[in-house]
C-alpha cells in the first residue's frame, strides 16, 4: 500500500512541476535594450519637434493685438473660458471673419503664422499675434499593458516610452519584439513595428508621438498558453481530486 500512495504523491507532484516549469518565461524575453553594449554611447540627433494638427483635434486659438476692442472681437470666450475650434472631418477650421482654413496636416507654428497673415492681408487686426495649442492632445495605450486606455497629454509632448510608463509599463506576458504603432496623418493610416529588445523606441519617426497615436502591445504566445492553463488546471484539480478520494477509498479506509 505504502508502494502505491508513494507512487500517487510523484504522479501528483511530477503534474505540479510541468505546469510550473510550462509557465516560465526567461529574463531575456523581459528586458528592454538586449543589443545594446555596456558603456556605449550614441549621438542624440537634434530635432525640431512639432505637434501635426488632425482631424478631431480641438484648438485653442488666442489671438491678441494692440486694440482692445478687436482682441475681445476674435477671442469670443466659451463656457469653459476659452476659445476652442474643433478640426472637422474634412481637417478644416472656421474662424470668424477668416473663413475656413485647411488646418489638418500643419504644425501650431504654421496655422498661426497663415491665421496672422489673413489677418492682416484682410486689415482685420494690425500687429496681431496668435497662439494655437491643441488642447485634447492625448495618445491609446492598449494590449499587454497593466493600465490600457487613454494617456492625457496636457503639455502637448510625450515620448514613447513616456507613454508606456505612464500605462504602467507592459505586464510579463507583453511582446517586447513587436509592439505596433498607428499613426492618421495626411488621410492616411500609418503602421509601425517597434522592437524594444533592441532599442528602436529611440528611433526619431517613433520616439516622439503625435496627438491620437495608437500603441498597441500584442501578447506573447505564453499569454495563450496561461489562458488554456487556466482550464487544464481545472481539470488537473478534478483528476488530482478524484484520484485522492480513490487512494481513500481502496488504501487507507
Known amino acids: 500500500m505504502k508502494l502505491k500512495f508513494h507512487l500517487f504523491s510523484f504522479i501528483v507532484i511530477t503534474m505540479f512541476l510541468g505546469s510550473l516549469l510550462s509557465s516560465c518565461i526567461s529574463g531575456k524575453q523581459l528586458a528592454y535594450f538586449n543589443n545594446i553594449k555596456n558603456d556605449s554611447v550614441s ?6 519637434f512639432q505637434t501635426v494638427i488632425s482631424k478631431n483635434d480641438i484648438l485653442q486659438i488666442d489671438i491678441s493685438t494692440p486694440d482692445p476692442v478687436t482682441t475681445a472681437r476674435f477671442n469670443t470666450t466659451g463656457t469653459n473660458g476659452r476659445t476652442e475650434y474643433l478640426v472637422d472631418e474634412t481637417g478644416v477650421i472656421k474662424l470668424p471673419y477668416v473663413g475656413a482654413i485647411k488646418a489638418e496636416g500643419l504644425n501650431k507654428k504654421q496655422l498661426a503664422d497663415f491665421i496672422t497673415n489673413a489677418l492682416v492681408k484682410g486689415e482685420y487686426a494690425k500687429e496681431p499675434v496668435v497662439s494655437v495649442r491643441v488642447i485634447n492632445y492625448f495618445v491609446t495605450v492598449l494590449g499587454e499593458v497593466v493600465r490600457p486606455g487613454n494617456v492625457p497629454v496636457p503639455n502637448e509632448r510625450i515620448t514613447l516610452p513616456e507613454a508606456l510608463a505612464a500605462a504602467g509599463d507592459l505586464t510579463a506576458y507583453g511582446r517586447r519584439n513587436d509592439v505596433l504603432l498607428v499613426r492618421e496623418a495626411n488621410g492616411k493610416r500609418i503602421y509601425k513595428h517597434i522592437d524594444l529588445n533592441k532599442g ?12 491620437q497615436d495608437k500603441i498597441y502591445v500584442s501578447p506573447s504566445r505564453n499569454r495563450a498558453a496561461s489562458v488554456d492553463r487556466t482550464g487544464q488546471l481545472v481539470s488537473i484539480v478534478a483528476s488530482v481530486v478524484s484520484l485522492v478520494l480513490v487512494v481513500y477509498v481502496q488504501f487507507i479506509k
Open 43 to 48: 549621438t542624440i540627433e537634434p530635432t525640431n
Open 200 to 211: 528602436q523606441m529611440f528611433d526619431p519617426d517613433v520616439y516622439n508621438l503625435q496627438n
